[in-house]
């Protein structure tokens, strides 16, 4: 049965309800067949609901009036929404800090012995990271997520950068090699890069409106960054100053150090994108809480009854009160 069809009953059913309503005044034998066709064609009516998924999915929701909303709709507002959340978005990177650490061994002839320990920080200074986000890879998930998969591309940018490199000499080695410590500022790059991040929206139904609130339990993106060429002329300078036999040459070299720290760089350092960059919106669906009747303003009461994500349809259930013309009248600006 088409949905021409269906909705030709309903309304042919609710015609001759309002009818028979309107001829109780006539005859009782015209009431009673007209009573009697409302009968045949309401049942008529629930048999071709009951072959219909649509409308026997919306039978199974609560409450007097029910939305459907397809998921091509849903989708397409959700990916617009995740969008928004990190278009054009500026991370300052100052308060951000890498630390590493560890220990350096070496084979000699006196066998393996431990040259010392090593500690480095980085103090990104004036470094931004510009990110924008991609066209997102969205699904439904019952019973009332929208998967999320957000492409967040990270910019190049330039800006100082602080580099702390200690070493503590240790066991034979402390006979010969020097504590130092390395102190230099210099100038970093954000690498462009792209990262994805793993969340999703949860939709709720809050009566008069629909509400989609994001879930992004891991925030994180590992920000990849390099030195520029003078600033890595200016690191190898400095661990050179120690490649003396007086120093440290004698069981390391500064291209150890050059290789380890470039390796640490590659790594990135973790970034956490803040809370306040991903909000909770309504969706562009809502119901009105008030109708006009003779031209009168009556106030409606909704109240959320349910919501469920289908595979291919969202529905949203309400149940509706009136609170009376005054009510209304007093929520007018």
Request: proline residues 4%.
């Amino acid at each position: 049965m088409n949905a021409a069809l269906r909705l030709g009953l309903v309304l042919a059913a609710s015609g001759l309800s309002a009818c028979g309503w309107l001829s109780e005044r006539g005859a009782p034998e015209r009431i009673a067949r007209l009573k009697a066709r409302h009968g045949e064609l309401h049942g008529r009516f629930e048999k071709a609901v009951e072959r219909e998924p649509l409308a026997a999915s919306a039978f199974q929701s609560r409450g007097q009036v029910v939305l459907a909303i397809r998921s091509g709709l849903i989708e397409e507002l959700a990916s617009n929404v995740a969008s928004r959340y990190l278009d054009n978005v500026t991370l300052d990177l100052a308060e951000v800090r890498a630390h590493g650490s560890g220990k350096l061994d070496k084979d000699t002839f006196m066998g393996k012995v431990k040259l010392g320990e090593w500690d480095v920080r980085v103090e990104l200074g004036t470094m931004l990271g510009h990110l924008r986000a991609v066209q997102p890879v969205v699904g439904l998930r019952p019973p009332d997520l929208i998967n999320l998969e957000l492409p967040v591309d990270v910019r190049e940018s330039v800006g100082d950068a602080r580099l702390i490199f200690t070493w503590d000499s240790a066991g034979v080695a402390n006979v010969v090699c020097k504590d130092f410590k390395v102190s230099l500022d210099l100038e970093g790059r954000v690498l462009p890069q792209r990262h994805t991040l793993k969340g999703a929206l949860r939709l709720a139904n809050a009566g008069g409106r629909l509400t989609e609130t994001p879930l992004f339990p891991d925030r994180r993106i590992q920000v990849q960054m390099d030195l520029t060429e003078a600033s890595w002329a200016a690191v190898d300078k400095a661990l050179q100053s120690q490649d003396t036999f007086g120093k440290c040459g004698m069981f390391t070299k500064a291209a150890d150090g050059m290789a380890f720290l470039k390796t640490l760089a590659a790594k990135g350092i973790a970034v956490t994108i803040p809370d306040s960059v991903f909000r909770a919106v309504d969706l562009p669906a809502q119901l009105q809480e008030s109708v006009q009747v003779n031209k009168r303003p009556i106030g409606l009461r909704l109240t959320a009854e349910s919501l469920r994500v289908e595979t291919a349809t969202v529905w949203s259930s309400v149940s509706v009160a009136v609170s009376g013309p005054a009510q209304a009248q007093a929520r007018k600006p």
